[in-house]
């Protein structure tokens, strides 16, 4: 089989869908934690390990619907790991993640962090599965995984202010600024055609990433918008450029020498909020990266349908569901809460 683009997507915007209803015995939970065993598929013997943990873009939705995907489809064990207190899910607790120890035999890691400070045991399993090499797959906000941890620890540069820490020195990147108006313009991306309804990211990849998609600004929070016309000043230069002039990059891959002597494989978006995901081209990009990471051949056409049905919530700080174990996001969720209306600054 060829190896294929990570780009392989159809038309965006095929919605949500429904297979086979879950049974009992098809994943296993615990205070913080979710498994899905492997089914049938390539990537059998590999074990992918995913990490929710960030208090806006709803990556508690999003890890459990991907990982359910990988493993029934594609035949991937999955195990996510959340934030959570005494076992109820919290994204905000920013020190909290569940079964660290799953991190030791990881093959592949897949993030949807926002400014964790976990302890040192989970650091440390964390810089351990860097350090061996293991590829990276990161949304949004995993550009700024980490702040708070302590100067003293030998985790400390993983801080996003940090001269960037594990972001900019990973991943390619970190926090800079929402380039387009947040939650009034939503990002298409300029080359496959994906479509996000979080804005667009100001991101500056280093030289050595090859960057697969840039966003054009709209004017608004349809698909069918056009480009914003807006002009703004880059926070590196304090230079004004028309916003999609050029578009920032939403997509990049990077290969980083690591302490074994090898490297990480890195894919790294800015988009894919929950509700972004439920465009299907996204979803394949994802999953094709997983693919790609791993070395492995990118299907031609990966299915991505959504194995339960799956109603992602809106992204804003504090509208996740209360009270909700990790099984339960096994399931199908309940109707998200509603979100009120973005202020125009």
């Not at 619907?65 to 076992?87: E, P, Y």
């Not at 090499?133 to 949004?140: D, E």
């Amino acid at each position: 089989m060829k190896r294929r683009s990570l780009l392989l997507a159809l038309p965006a915007l095929s919605f949500l869908a429904c297979t086979t209803p879950l049974r009992a015995a098809d994943f296993t939970s615990g205070p913080g934690w979710l498994e899905f065993p492997a089914g049938k598929g390539p990537g059998a013997g590999k074990h992918v390990v995913l990490l929710a943990g960030d208090e806006e873009y709803r990556s508690e939705e999003s890890m459990p619907m991907l990982a359910r995907i990988l493993a029934d489809k594609h035949g991937f064990r999955c195990t996510v790991l959340f934030s959570h207190d005494d076992g109820v899910i919290n994204p905000n607790n920013q020190k909290s993640l569940g079964r660290p120890e799953a991190l030791d035999s990881a093959d592949a890691l897949v993030l949807g962090l926002r400014f964790r400070s976990w302890n040192a045991d989970a650091l440390a399993r964390f810089d351990a599965a860097l350090r061996r090499g293991v590829p990276i797959v990161a949304t949004r906000t995993s550009t700024h995984a980490f702040s708070g941890i302590p100067k003293d620890s030998p985790q400390a540069w993983y801080n996003w202010n940090a001269a960037g820490g594990f972001g900019r020195k990973v991943l390619g990147e970190t926090w800079v600024s929402h380039w387009g108006r947040h939650k009034f313009e939503a990002c298409r991306s300029a080359v496959a055609p994906i479509f996000a309804d979080t804005d667009v990211y100001e991101a500056y990849p280093p030289a050595d990433a090859k960057v697969l998609l840039r966003g054009l600004v709209l004017k608004g929070m349809s698909p069918q918008d056009e480009p914003s016309a807006g002009r703004k000043k880059r926070a590196t230069d304090k230079q004004e450029q028309g916003v999609n002039e050029p578009a920032m990059a939403v997509a990049w891959t990077r290969e980083v020498p690591n302490a074994a002597g090898g490297s990480n494989r890195v894919f790294t978006t800015t988009m894919a909020s929950a509700s972004d995901l439920a465009d299907e081209s996204l979803r394949r990009l994802l999953v094709n990266a997983v693919f790609w990471g791993l070395k492995m051949d990118v299907p031609a056409k990966a299915d991505v349908a959504p194995v339960v049905q799956w109603k992602p919530s809106k992204y804003s700080f504090n509208a996740f569901h209360k009270g909700l174990r990790a099984e339960a996001f096994a399931d199908v969720l309940p109707d998200p809460a509603p979100v009120a209306p973005a202020k125009k600054k």
